[in-house]
């Protein structure tokens, strides 16, 4: 009925973290071919890979100093192509990370740039400073501090949105956009099945103008969502993607539906979906920087907004930049099971492509350290330094890092409850939650109570079932602390219930139960503490 990419479940690998296979404490492309088997065994038809090429690290692969060739932590070209093959063979395809706002200052476009003479010169944003030695303009980036680093050797300032080690790309040069088309050929004619395109609503620059007063990276309206971005994506659909069998989801940043809609409505031949954030903030003020109460009705409200907004959602609850979901809408103390089967199934049961983040499907929380030694997300330290900067205390630093760190989604796989969790034999990279004795993916595989057996079955309950993948969404009703909405297609309709508390709530509807987080058979009306139920019913039919 629908795309491939609309049929199938994408899983999220974060190579690093994922599984070691030569005990040097990194996850490598070797050790992603092992574990194949695992993905296939869940249901997932695509891997999105997070960034395996040449890079210094200073963003984890953020930061690409050479788009052509595998970081040798990762392994070799070979490597990837056995991946390639071994995915292909049993059916999973594989999406890449494409990386175009920005390059790692290593690689040898800025290396070159760097020379105001250098033919690459215009590969960058670069300018003097003010006539009183001040930065080009006052913005400020996504990691915190102005935008701008100058550059002793040329003696300009070069804009970076991101880290002063991730130089912003000029989407004014046409060269840079050939450059950039020679790289998706390259990996689509390896074999990649399409793109995750990294921060892809910020690329275009319109001016370098002063931005307006804003708590938080200032200058935003002259670069997000602009014209010319919508120039590039249509450029690249065109002369590119539209020549493989491929598709693509864009990360696009701080954008809203109206936005959205038109990076990624089909008739604009630009995105095939696109990743917002909002959906994961509603218990965030000032985007994610203070906490507020969660509430059910808040969750749906946004839910149903973006879901009857858009015609097809890329449907996502954690990423290598959010904490673990289980330990943010759900709880991972007392109904730790429990709330992340309910999460399962509110993911699965929204219309859309569903993307799982490797660790997601055993219920994996957040991480379990108590000190800023402990962390490696440059986002996480840059953050410190500036909250230290502005007198804020230690302990209130370490409330928000250990709250919104980037590090909660990349400590290490868990895969068995031994020392090193089956992720590696050596010292691991980051710190592996201790919880890893208990909580992983070898205990769970033969329990069918467990999170990893409930993600399986929903994800076939899915692929079995037309209403749940192309039906249309409403919205039934919603407090505090539950929500319900229907899926229907023709004469079936689906309603999740979903209770997102340690109360319990009165919640009457009739239908059959399809699947329930706590195993009933027949629903009475209540929803027990963290309780998640899918009910089907028959329009016209005797359900109703
Ligand atoms: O991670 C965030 C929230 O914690 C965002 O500010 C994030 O930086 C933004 O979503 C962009 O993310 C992407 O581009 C970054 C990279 O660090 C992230 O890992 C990547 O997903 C720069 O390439
Ligand atoms: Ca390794």
Redesign the pocket.
């Known amino acids: 009925m629908g795309q491939w990419w609309q049929e199938r479940v994408v899983y999220q690998i974060y190579p690093r973290s994922f599984q070691d296979s030569n005990g040097d404490g990194i996850g490598d492309i070797p050790g992603i071919i092992s574990r194949l088997d695992e993905i296939k065994a869940l249901g997932a038809g695509i891997i999105w890979l ?1 960034p395996v090429y040449c890079s210094p690290d200073a ?2 692969g ?2 690409i100093s050479d788009y052509y060739s595998i970081n040798p932590k990762f392994g070799t070209m070979a490597d990837m192509e056995q991946l390639f093959a071994e995915a292909q063979t049993r059916d999973i395809k594989i999406i890449m ?1 494409l ?1 175009i ?2 390059t790692s200052d290593e690689h040898a476009w800025f290396q070159q740039s760097r020379d105001p003479q250098s033919p690459y010169r215009d590969y960058y944003i670069w300018r003097s400073a003010k006539p009183d030695g001040s930065p080009p303009n006052n913005w400020t980036g ?2 915190m501090g102005s935008t701008w680093t100058l550059d002793e050797t040329s003696g300009e300032y070069y804009l970076h ?3 002063q080690k ?1 130089p912003d790309l000029n989407y004014h040069n046409p060269k840079v956009l050939e450059e950039v088309k020679a790289i998706m050929r390259f990996w689509l004619d390896k074999g990649a099945a399409g793109f995750r395109c ?2 892809i609503n910020v690329i275009y620059k319109t001016t370098l103008d002063d931005g307006q007063k804003r708590p938080a990276i200032r200058g935003l309206e002259h670069y997000k969502s602009q014209e010319g971005n919508h120039a590039i994506l249509r450029e690249l659909r065109r002369d590119v993607l539209d020549h493989y069998d491929c598709f693509t989801v864009g ?1 696009t ?1 701080m954008v809203d539906l109206q936005e959205a809609r038109l990076l990624c409505e089909p008739e604009r031949k630009e995105l095939d979906m696109v ?1 917002y ?1 909002d959906h994961l903030e509603v218990d965030r003020r000032i ?2 920087y203070l906490p507020k109460r969660f509430k059910a009705k808040n969750l749906l409200a946004v839910l149903t907004k973006w879901q009857q907004g858009l015609t097809w959602n890329a449907l996502y609850l954690e ?4 904490p673990r979901i289980v330990s943010h809408y759900g709880n991972d103390r007392q109904y730790l099971t429990r709330s992340a089967k309910l999460l399962a199934t509110l993911q699965f049961t929204l219309r859309g492509t569903p993307f799982v983040y490797q660790g997601q499907e055993i219920g994996m929380t957040n991480f379990d350290y108590h000190s800023m030694a402990q962390l490696n997300d ?2 996480s330290k840059n953050v410190d330094a500036l909250m230290k900067k502005m007198h804020i205390p230690r302990w209130l630093r370490w409330r928000w890092i250990r709250m ?3 590090d909660n989604a990349r400590t290490p796989m868990q895969w068995t409850g031994a020392e090193g969790a089956g992720f590696t034999i050596g010292v691991p990279w980051l710190g592996i939650n201790r919880n890893h004795k208990h909580l992983n993916y070898a205990e769970q595989a033969d329990d069918n109570r467990s999170v990893l057996s409930y993600y399986k079955r929903m994800i076939a309950l899915r692929a079995g079932s037309e209403t749940l993948r192309y039906g249309s969404f409403e919205p039934i009703a919603a407090d505090n602390r539950m929500m319900a909405f229907a899926r229907t297609l023709g004469e079936e309709r689906f309603v999740t219930l979903l209770n997102f508390s340690t109360a319990t709530v009165n919640a009457p509807m009739a239908g059959e139960v399809l699947i329930a987080n706590t195993g009933i058979q027949t629903y009475q009306g209540r929803l027990e503490p963290y309780e998640a139920i899918v009910l089907r019913q028959t329009i016209g039919g005797d359900a109703i």
Do not use: I
């Open positions: 997070s963003d984890n953020y930061d990370d990386v706002n920005h996504f990691f949105l991101f880290d991730q990294d921060v990360e940043v990743f954030f985007a994610r990423n290598h930049d959010q440059v986002e919104a760190s980037r």
